[in-house]
């Protein structure tokens, strides 16, 4: 968008807008009419938009905000919408609910960025500018994974975090619940999961090195209850966010042997919560009393959560335990497998199997594309190349490439950098140039991408502060790049990333600045306005 209409800076960007001229004036008697279908949104509108810029919106059958469902947009499909803004009236219609919110999003974005801040209550009147818009996405699956295993969040931060997705058009919110270093999700069959197994004794501070490993000494611990989960569902489906839980299986799980020894393959071992990152050895044991623990803890996750998608992890599983264990060594035999190694297909297809009896679709991180059942979902992270081999196989794909959709790792060189992953640097025009299913390979690989998603790993991530510094503005990136496809450029979205950080300094958002080696072109280096600084 041209520098001289900020306001129609979007982000991510439309497929087709159409400025009209002149200007809509919302004030305190401004109204909103919700047609039959489209009251959620409206809901949705008044909330976002009412408190913060001080405007009441009320409900009127002669609103000059309208919101309508409309079943000839059909072609817009579940998320498109069509938004009309005129010196009288704004239009906002959807052929699906999911739809208008996503243009509710739009109109906040119309609005000049103060009226998001909450600090501008009393102005008494704001302008919209007169613009047509069709808006479609790209991709149907737009994501972010947040580690709350590793370094806990509370549950107000997370609905913060659902909001600064909704106002990207991100619709998925990949909540990683358990790993080594924590299990958060309470489980009534297993009340020691968050007895025990939500509290580390220290944590990992820094990388490791040739002696440098540091620790931060304190204890760290928190679980959330069902009925905050359950209210988080509730908030993100608001806001057209699914909810997608992970429990890690069969490895990552050196919480649950802590708490539950007996569900590994040396039950006389005792453990700790594991204190640091990395790959742990210690892994479920394959007896059937692991499986009676997986569908009961499983059976519980689907009563809170209702995500048709159910992640399971499966990822980082050292086979070591089971080569040693004359349990495993036998039970492989008795399945008629190859040996202890092929336990873990073996698992997963138990697992999977469980989940696609209950009516979900079981998700799991890929190693190689190839390696899980052909009813998984793929979220290929290793190679580049794992994408297309999944879909080629047949799998539906989340392409999420550690090296451009990781965001644990530095975004510069830079010394003021906080503590990172090893590895070098994944910076913003790198998120924004990922192409999940690059023009090159066949129209069916192509079909078999749901789409793509960013991962911020928590390890050394302690703060929300850190959280969304190192999010923002790559999240920016990958919402643009998911949503607008193949229609995006470089230039326009660093054009309108220079007048979205005002937004995100209206919300209070501590995202990285934009300089020339953020943006690795010198023709877009801007520092921001805002009131954004480095973390120390």
Not at 21 to 39: H, Q, Y
Not at 69 to 80: A, F, H, K, T, V
Request: proline fraction near 9%; hydrophobic fraction near 40%; aromatic fraction near 8%.
């Amino acid at each position: 968008m041209p520098a001289s209409r900020p306001h129609l800076a979007l982000l991510p960007r439309p497929t087709k807008v159409s400025p009209l001229g002149g200007r809509l004036i919302l004030d305190r008697d401004t109204a909103v009419r919700a047609l039959p279908g489209a009251e959620p949104a409206a809901d949705l509108l008044r909330s976002l938009v009412g408190p913060a810029a001080g405007l009441p919106l009320a409900p009127s059958p002669e609103g000059r905000i309208v919101l309508a469902l409309d079943e000839q947009l059909g072609g817009l499909g579940e998320e498109g919408y069509g938004l009309t803004v005129g010196p009288q009236a704004l239009l906002l219609r959807a052929a699906h609910p999911t739809g208008l919110l996503r243009g509710v999003q739009t109109v906040r974005q119309l609005l000049p960025a103060e009226a998001l801040s909450g600090g501008a209550r009393g102005s008494g009147s704001w302008e919209l500018p007169c613009v047509e818009i069709t808006d479609i996405p790209e991709l149907p699956w737009r994501g972010s994974l947040l580690d709350v295993a590793r370094h806990f969040r509370p549950m107000d931060y997370l609905l913060r975090y659902v909001d600064l997705l909704a106002l990207h058009k991100l619709n998925v919110l990949h909540l990683h619940l358990t790993d080594d270093q924590g299990w958060r999700m309470p489980v009534d069959a297993y009340p020691r999961l968050t007895t025990v197994g939500a509290r580390r004794a220290r944590s990992q501070r820094g990388p490791d090195g040739p002696g440098t490993t540091q620790f931060d000494a304190t204890p760290h611990e928190g679980a959330y209850t069902k009925s905050e989960l359950r209210a988080l569902v509730r908030y993100a489906a608001d806001r057209g966010i699914t909810v997608v839980p992970e429990i890690e299986m069969p490895g990552h799980v050196r919480a649950v042997l802590a708490a539950y020894p007996e569900l590994g393959n040396h039950p006389e071992r005792r453990l700790e919560v594991w204190d640091r990152w990395g790959v742990c050895e210690t892994i479920l044991g394959v007896h059937e009393e692991v499986f009676a623990f997986c569908r009961a803890v499983l059976e519980e996750v689907m009563d809170v959560f209702p995500s048709p998608y159910i992640h399971i992890g499966g990822e980082e599983c050292p086979t070591s335990e089971w080569e040693s264990s004359p349990a495993a060594r036998e039970r492989a035999a008795a399945e008629g497998l190859a040996g202890p190694a092929a336990l873990h297909g073996w698992f997963m297809g138990r697992i999977g199997a469980f989940l696609v009896e209950h009516g979900r679709t079981p998700v799991g991180w890929a190693v190689s594309g190839t390696e899980l059942p052909l009813d998984f979902t793929v979220m290929a992270w290793r190679d580049a190349s794992h994408a297309r081999a999944a879909a080629r196989r047949g799998h539906r794909v989340v392409a999420a490439y550690h090296r451009t959709t990781y965001l644990d790792y530095v975004q510069s060189e830079a010394s003021f950098e906080p503590v990172a992953q090893p590895g070098d640097p994944v910076t913003l025009r790198t998120v924004h140039d990922y192409e999940p299913a690059p023009a090159e390979w066949s129209r069916e690989e192509r079909a078999r991408v749901l789409g793509t998603q960013a991962q911020l790993w928590t390890e050394y991530v302690r703060t929300p502060e850190e959280i969304e510094y190192l999010s923002y503005p790559r999240l920016c990136a990958l919402a643009d790049r998911s949503w607008s496809g193949g229609r995006g450029d470089w230039p326009g979205f660093v054009e309108r990333l220079r007048h979205h950080t005002a937004r995100l300094d209206a919300l209070g958002v501590p995202y990285r600045p934009l300089d020339a080696r953020s943006l690795e072109e010198a023709t877009y280096a801007s520092p921001s306005s805002g009131t954004a600084r480095p973390l120390s």
